[in-house]
């Protein structure tokens, strides 16, 4: 089971990285904090998938390197979120 103390850290990381994703993406002001740590998480495993798949090195722990993939994550996820609204 998950110590509670990184649960919370992974929501705080999550919410950062998934505003400054939204700020990229021009997304913001339809997103509130929620949406934010949501997009934020999904971000981490899709840009760590996509790290491990182009051997960009581990992504592993609370770094630097860790929240950059996050925020390329969280972007690439709003990316698709955006293509497939503006088909709907």
């Known amino acids: 089971m998950p ?3 990184n649960i919370f850290i992974w929501l705080i990381l999550g919410g950062i990285s ?14 509130g904090a929620w949406m934010n ?9 899709i840009g760590g998938w996509l ?9 592993t ?3 630097l390197w860790s929240f950059i993939i996050s925020i ?7 990316s698709i979120v ?5 088909k709907a």
Do not use: T, Y
């Not at 998934?18 to 997103?31: F, H, L, N, T």
């Open 3 to 5: 110590d509670i103390g």
């Open 18 to 31: 998934g505003w400054i994703a939204s700020k990229i993406m021009k997304k913001d002001s339809e997103m």
């Open 37 to 45: 740590i949501l997009v934020g998480i999904i971000g981490a495993f």
């Open 51 to 59: 790290a491990s798949i182009f051997g960009l090195g581990p992504v």
């Open 61 to 63: 722990g609370l770094n």
């Open 72 to 78: 390329i994550g969280a972007v690439l996820l709003l």
């Open 82 to 86: 955006r293509l497939f609204k503006g």
